[in-house]
């Protein structure tokens, strides 16, 4: 990230720019931060100006408590006003659920794209899941415990067991601790984890909702619902992709969509 903004409540927001045409600002899941969108961007930025950033908690942003999704609405309408006062917005997972809560709210965005926003309503059992995971994880944050944190986020995303504990000794744990606490920021963002029908009724922009054709197919129904809830909703779905998208293939179908 070579890009410093403040965001409203003073947090610094490292992002980069790449690219050229219209401008897309691009928003990680849970675990991630700008640098896992940025091949992504790489792949847009023939058509399209793409901004990459640390969400606040996480890579070389900062953070200020009290967290609130508000604040990170304000996060997104300063990084909009640093490039230049227009911006679309992508988000992946739970990211894509910060996009809709953002243009929901009225952030100036003039179009919106996300990619397999794990809404559980269409997973048998989802709702109980999501609640269990919720307690467990706020139990885990509050004492400290960030390498259970972690495993609780592995297992909720279906990694198996003897996956989890490979990567508890791999290099990458310490990193993954690390931004453990914004987990519950994500979880925050997620609510209660189920289709918000009523906030997506209020989305006055365009909105594409993709999945991978590999999914689950609770995954691929709840990408569809997202395109059904809004007014103006699309949805495509990349045959063989799953929740791991390859930026090559979701690339053009984003730069066609933004940038037409």
């Avoid at 996480?58 to 604040?71: F, I, N, Q």
């Avoid at 709702?127 to 986020?153: H, P």
Wanted: include cysteine; glycine fraction near 12%; charged fraction near 25%.
């Amino acid at each position: 990230m070579d890009k410093k903004t403040t965001s409203r409540d003073g947090t610094a927001l490292a992002y980069q720019v790449t690219g050229q045409g219209p401008t897309v600002i691009l928003v990680s899941g849970a675990m991630s931060t700008g640098g896992t969108v940025a091949h992504l961007a790489q792949r847009l930025a023939g058509r399209c100006t793409a901004v990459v950033y640390d969400r606040r908690g996480r890579g070389e942003s900062g953070d200020t408590k009290p967290y609130a999704v508000e604040r990170e609405v304000e996060d997104l309408a300063a990084l909009i006003d640093a490039v230049g006062g227009e911006a679309a917005l992508f988000g992946v997972s739970s990211g894509g659920a910060l996009v809709l809560r953002a243009v929901a709210s009225g952030l100036p965005a003039g179009r919106a794209a996300v990619y397999e926003v794990p809404y559980a309503d269409f997973l048998q059992g989802g709702a109980e899941r999501e609640a269990t995971y919720k307690e467990q994880l706020n139990k885990a944050l509050s004492e400290d415990r960030r390498g259970d944190a972690v495993e609780l986020f592995l297992r909720l995303t279906g990694l198996a067991e003897e996956m989890i504990q490979r990567a508890r000794q791999s290099p990458m744990w310490a990193g993954m601790e690390a931004v453990a606490p914004s987990l519950a920021y994500d979880d925050t963002v997620m609510g209660d984890g189920l289709l918000p029908r009523d906030r997506l009724a209020a989305i006055s922009v365009p909105v594409l909702a993709v999945a991978g054709g590999a999914s689950p197919e609770w995954m691929r129904e709840a990408s569809r619902e997202v395109s059904r809830a809004v007014p103006d909703g699309a949805y495509r779905e990349l045959a063989g992709q799953t929740h791991m998208v390859e930026p090559d293939v979701l690339g053009p179908v984003l730069a066609e969509f933004f940038a037409g």
